[in-house]
């Protein structure tokens, strides 16, 4: 049964992994340690995982069946790949994962359906990615909403699910583009003032902070340029939402 | 950007895992660090990635497409998975994943298109998932290959690749079963039978083994009873499916 004579070799990405898991058994440096434990989520047994976005977040899943763990209702994205694996390594908590991400929506299309779509869940974990129409409908001449009308609205809507689900986790996933496809030099210095309202809107609310375009910004490189990533720039490839759903494991200490 | 104030633990699993990984940085243990040593498989830029087996290697992928690196040509089980978190972890060596599952399947049906299937695609990782079939079909009266016929078809069938592909690393997984839906009474002790095959089969071609049988066998409690993982004792859940994708990358070295 034996392989090659290769020798393990470690990406600085993994140490961080593993020195995040490892937490109180061993570590390779406080800080990291640290920021796992501010991180960690503990899921209990029934918990439900709700995945709550736009189309990066709806990726194709089955909108007539509103049921959790399965596949097609869970679509083929980042929402799909974390629910797979959070249900293979917490078998024993039988989890419910929800996909409610609906393609096209912004922040005013969240709040219109949160009660329905987020509060009568009850989850105990609530992962939200949303920002990319507020900008991009508003390049199209589709929409007129502007940067504070996004900060403001996030804002609500995070203090109105926090009154509504004290006892609930919420995961901001940072907005994010990739400079090709439909995203061009229009979208710029726009896109990067939306980035900062969002995380100002994570920080007020003190909730975990998924960087998803940090994560692309650092994946790009000479071989994997952003086509790689999101063919148009805004939808992410079978490889994008792996490595989005590899990040969000990470960040939330449940990888 | 804080949450709760859980401490991270860590389970035995990923102890293993991230001793495994750590590999010549730190290590839990001597034990484990050699195993992963002998196991790490080094992908190689443009590196072929294929999956062979039945049905649950199939996973209801799209036939009539044999491109590589696509969620419907991948199916929805464990190759999809692996393939999924390979081209998001190894983004910058432009793997090339396919999967070549068919449902169904038996040793010798592998044996008829291994040319086209396999050797033509030049695979530098080569897993195979064979065997249940062989098994099944028996007790349904559909085919009448004994255990004989199983280890000694699969011994020629590895080698014959490792002839026309001696630089390609072959990952043997190990068949399984779960004590629910169509297993019952009449398949032992004749399956257990069949995993002593593989295993010898393995052991002599000096490849990578993934304990799929055993794994489950160790994932089954109180909590989540055989059909957690498997609803027909055969084929696997999405929960099964990804516990298997996570043993596989464990056990690679790639994960």
């Given at each position: 049964m034996q392989n090659k004579e290769n020798t393990p070799t470690m990406t600085r990405r993994k140490a961080i992994q593993c020195a995040a898991a490892l937490g109180g058994i061993a570590a390779l440096g406080t800080t990291t340690r640290a920021h796992a434990a501010e991180n960690t989520i503990k899921l209990k047994a029934n918990d439900v995982v709700l995945f709550q976005g736009d189309s990066i977040t709806d990726?194709?899943?089955?909108?007539k069946d509103q049921s959790s763990n399965r596949i097609p209702t869970l679509g083929n994205g980042y929402a799909r790949m974390i629910s797979e694996q959070l249900l293979g390594e917490y078998?024993?908590?039988k989890l419910q994962c929800y996909n409610r991400g609906i393609s096209g929506h912004k922040v005013p299309d969240l709040q219109k359906r949160w009660q329905k779509d987020t509060i009568d869940l009850n989850p105990a974990v609530l992962s939200i990615l949303i920002g990319v129409n507020d900008i991009w409908h508003m390049l199209n001449g589709n929409y007129d909403g502007t940067v504070e009308d996004y900060e403001n609205g996030f804002t609500q809507l995070l203090a109105d699910t926090k009154k509504a689900l004290p006892d609930t986790t919420i995961v901001i996933c940072e907005p994010f583009v990739l400079r090709c496809g439909a995203v061009n030099d229009d979208w710029f210095p726009e896109f990067t003032n939306r980035l900062a309202a969002a995380r100002r809107v994570a920080e007020k609310a003190k909730v975990i902070w998924v960087p998803f375009q940090d994560m692309f910004d650092k994946a790009i490189t000479e071989e994997t340029p952003p086509s790689y990533w999101a063919g148009d720039g805004v939808h992410p490839t079978m490889a994008g939402h792996a490595l989005m759903a590899k990040t969000w494991m990470d960040v939330t200490g449940l990888g």
């Open positions: 990726a194709g899943r089955d909108k078998s024993e908590l």
